[in-house]
Nanobody, 119 residues
Framework: QVQLVESGGGSVQSGGSLRLSCAAS????????MGWSRQAPGKEREGVAT???????TYADSVTGRFIISRDNAKNTLYLQMNSLTPEDTAMYYC?????????????WGQGTQVTVSS
């Protein structure tokens, strides 16, 4: 049974940084796509970043140059380093994964971790 557990959210002032982590369990291999999405109050969920089974990375335009996604396959952990945060980054952040190598949609979701950025 696949489980994704996020951690690392919190409150930070504008311009600050946070690092989110997502511990994955239940996968039988390590070459699968993972990603981060977020949902702000009153808005639809949006994709933030993905990393596929081969390490290829994509970012949303809104976070390019500020956020860095990475993974440690030995620890089955996904990370999101968030720098230069602004109040517009305030949202619930969700870790997601699929058993497939390429990122064409997610089958599993974590419970989310809240990120709040104050001005």
């Amino acid at each position: 049974q696949v489980q994704l557990v996020e951690s690392g959210g919190g409150s930070v002032q504008s311009g600050g940084s946070l690092r989110l982590s997502c511990a994955a369990s239940g996968f039988t291999h390590s070459t699968y796509c993972m990603g981060w999405s977020r949902q702000a109050p009153g808005k639809e969920r949006e994709g933030v970043a993905t990393i596929d089974g081969g390490g290829r990375i994509t970012y949303a335009d809104s976070v390019t140059g500020r956020f860095i996604i990475s993974r440690d396959n030995a620890k089955n952990t996904l990370y999101l380093q968030m720098n230069s945060l602004t109040p517009e980054d305030t949202a619930m952040y969700y870790c997601a994964a699929t058993q497939y190598f390429y990122c064409s949609g997610f089958d599993y979701w974590g419970q989310g971790t809240q990120v709040t950025v104050s001005s």
